[in-house]
């Protein structure tokens, strides 16, 4: 009799939801509260962020660690966990930056710190990328907690600094100094959205399971200076600026990475009839040879996610107007698709160059290729909770095309997911490091509501 009075009370544990209208109100002040500490990266002190972080966990009484880093002690990390009742399986982390962007000011029609609420929609740098997530995942632990809830896998929430610079002292400093404390089986972090209108004709929840490489590379050229009356022919700004013509004209091949076959075979059984076809054959090289280029051209993001990708983001060079200079820059922030090698792409870039005299210089050399299996308990099971949200929505694996955290999980062979349970638009995702980044309290409560549920289900006993 004991044993099935403990079976139903655990059944009404796992089944259990907060009144999410009575949270309503506490999330949306936490998420204001957040909202209003600057994090903004440079120059990136966290520390006020991870004190309120510590404050809740310890008014909750859920455990916690905090970490500084020696190095810079505005660097700081927050790990707090529920511990799981089997010791056997690797636990679940929630994986958030509590850094941002900085913003300009006089470009804002919001104040970007005064976390405003108008119109049921929050204003601040940070409300999509990423301190709602951080609220989302911040929510479900308390709320999990206050239920008494005893998961069997571990939940442990870690946020981190310095994600908005890729920094060596944020994730990868905790890998490097504390995987003890992680080695999770699953990470959910950053790196793709639900979408009303980025996707051909519906509404999608793209999930990350890829990244593209981030390959950081200067463009170098050094000759003889001069003075500007007497111009003569290849000093290094002419060399230069011949080399970069060719580089931003350089239309490198399609290519479609496994994942983004897997995408487009997802929207093509979605779409249907003869466009649907040609997404679900685009792996076919005489499909791609016809239909790719258009594909690619129907927005900037999709071009983004067939090739490889070059933008010239810096140039540096002169100090007079009258004086030729000797040396001049550019930087190029290369984008690679998971399976290309750096250096194989640099001896691509040589042969269009065509030019010994101009010389590469990596400044950051990516090493990640892990893709995450989209075959997994955690993916199918987020891909539930976000169609019970939202029925008509499709949940795919995605490839961000940005660089997130989860690479230096995947680079450790951990299978990493990349989604902020949210619907919106373009134009709201333009404001991701734009102007007025805001979101909307439905889409608070919804991401929310669908942290807990997955949670519950990933972490709670088998189904």
């Known amino acids: 009799m004991k044993k099935i009075i403990l079976i139903t009370y655990a059944l009404i544990l796992i089944q259990a939801e907060p009144n999410w209208e009575k949270a309503r109100n506490e999330t949306v002040n936490l998420f204001q509260e957040y909202l209003r500490i600057d994090t903004s990266n440079p120059p990136g002190d966290v520390r006020l962020a991870a004190k309120w972080f510590a404050d809740i966990f310890g008014e909750e009484d859920i455990s916690f660690e905090i970490f500084t880093v020696p190095q810079d002690p ?11 009742m089997n010791p056997e399986l690797k636990p679940l982390l929630l994986l958030n930056h509590m850094d941002v962007v900085p913003v300009d000011i006089n470009y804002w029609n919001e104040k970007p710190f005064d976390g405003e609420l108008r119109d049921g929609v929050i204003y601040g740098r940070g409300t999509i990328d990423m301190k709602s997530l951080g609220i ?12 008494g809830w005893r998961p069997e896998r571990t ?125 679900k ?6 499909v791609r040879y016809f239909a790719g280029g258009t594909i690619a051209n129907s927005s900037v993001t999709t071009n983004a996610m067939l090739r490889n990708t070059i ?3 810096m140039l540096n060079s002169g100090y007079k107007t009258n004086i030729i200079p000797e040396k001049a820059t550019a930087t190029l922030d290369i984008r690679l698709l998971p399976h290309v090698e750096p250096e194989d792409f640099l001896e691509d870039l040589k042969l269009v160059i065509n030019d010994d005299r101009v010389q590469f210089i990596p400044k950051r050399i990516p090493r990640n290729k892990h893709v995450s299996s989209w075959e997994t308990d955690f ?19 995605f490839m ?34 734009g102007i007025d980044e805001s979101l909307s309290v ?8 669908i942290v807990y549920r997955t949670i519950k289900r990933v972490c709670g006993p088998g189904e």
């Open 74 to 84: 505005r660097r700081m990390h927050v790990l707090a966990e529920l511990t799981g």
């Open 136 to 147: 989302m995942h911040l929510m479900a632990l308390m709320q999990l907690h206050r239920e």
């Open 155 to 279: 939940i442990k929430f870690l946020a981190v600094a310095d994600e908005e610079i890729l920094g060596p002292l944020g994730t990868s400093w905790m890998i490097e100094n504390h995987w003890d404390k992680l080695d999770p089986e699953w990470v959910w972090d950053e790196g793709g959205v639900g979408s009303l209108d980025s996707f051909s004709g519906m509404s999608a929840f793209a999930i990350a399971v890829a990244q593209k490489k981030s390959f950081w590379v200067e463009a170098v050229v050094e000759g003889k200076s001069g003075h500007g009356m007497r111009p003569y022919k290849d000093h290094p700004n002419e060399i230069l600026v011949k080399a970069l013509t060719k580089i931003v004209n350089w239309n490198t091949p399609l290519e479609i990475a496994p994942v983004v076959d897997e995408m487009f075979n997802r929207m093509g059984e979605r779409i249907g009839g003869g466009q649907g076809l040609v997404l």
């Open 281 to 286: 054959s685009l792996d076919n090289g005489l």
């Open 311 to 313: 933008s010239l983001t």
């Open 379 to 397: 993916f199918n099971i987020l891909s539930d909770e976000l169609n019970r949200e939202k029925p008509d929505a499709l949940a795919m694996p």
């Open 400 to 433: 961000t095309i940005g660089g997130t955290d989860s690479q230096f999980f995947q680079a450790k062979g951990v299978d990493c997911y990349g989604l902020i349970p949210i619907m919106i638009t373009e134009k709201d995702i333009q404001s991701i490091h």
């Open 442 to 449: 439905e889409n608070l409560m919804m991401g929310t509501r």
